[in-house]
């Protein structure tokens, strides 16, 4: 049964959360095609005009749509998996929606403005949007919200290890797309394609390696039993 400030799994309060929150990924991931807007005749004349016209907005575009759909993913699983919600957990989601609704503003402008600014807003909007989501599971997690047992420190070491790298690689994008130039700053994100694997496969190994042994019980040997007369 729900309390005032926490809600249980069974609850329509619950199921109203989520649905809200699934709802703002949706939106935001149709907004992102608006964000590809050129259709002069010019533009649509041949397909080399169509790709210098519309190739970085529809670039910035597929770079966003696997963005939105990761942070999806990872926040229906974050919040369906909770045994309950309270007002903290829920303010939280909806500060990680309110950065989602500014990705297609930062997309249309990266895709359209070959400067060095509109990358380093949407490197922030990323960031801050991911970091937002990491507490709101880390606030979650230490207000007993998952039902089970609270992240271990080695597992809570691995997840800060994991919340850190995306935040490093597009932050760090900034000085090269002042210093150097934007699609520099850009071609840096794909190193997270191969860094957070890594990042999972060794977390993976090390709590596997680190994982406490369960005792062997044997049954008690019993004693023979007489032939039947």
């Known amino acids: 049964m729900a309390s005032r400030d926490r809600y249980l799994k069974d609850d329509l309060e619950f199921a109203r959360a989520v649905t809200f929150f699934d709802a703002i990924f949706a939106f ?3 907004l992102l095609i608006t964000t590809v807007d050129d259709f002069s005749p010019d533009a649509w004349s041949s397909l080399s005009a169509l790709w210098e016209a519309n190739g970085p907005s529809l670039f910035a575009f597929t770079i966003s749509f696997v963005v939105v ?3 999806w993913r990872a926040n229906h699983r974050q919040v369906t998996g909770l045994a309950a919600l309270d007002s903290q957990v829920i303010l939280l989601n909806c500060m990680v929606m309110f950065g989602v609704v500014l990705i297609p503003f930062a997309t249309e402008a990266l895709g359209k403005l070959d400067l060095p600014l509109p990358v380093a807003v949407y490197a922030i909007v990323i960031s801050g949007t991911y970091l937002m989501q990491f507490t709101a599971g880390l606030v979650a997690d230490r207000r007993g919200l998952t039902g089970g047992t609270r992240l271990s420190p080695r597992q809570l070491t691995w997840n800060l290890a994991q919340a850190a790298a995306l935040p490093l690689v597009f932050l760090g994008s900034i000085p090269v ?4 130039s934007p699609d520099a700053a850009e071609r840096c ?3 997270l394609v191969f860094l957070m694997p890594v990042l999972g496969r060794l ?3 090390d ?3 680190h994982r406490p042994a369960v005792p062997i019980t044997t049954a008690p040997a019993t004693a023979p039993q007489p032939p039947p007369d």
């Open 189 to 191: 994100w794909v190193i």
């Open 203 to 205: 977390e993976s190994a």
């Open 177 to 180: 797309a002042y210093l150097v």
């Open 28 to 30: 935001a991931v149709t």
């Open 69 to 71: 759909v990761s942070f």
């Open 207 to 209: 709590l596997t390696r």
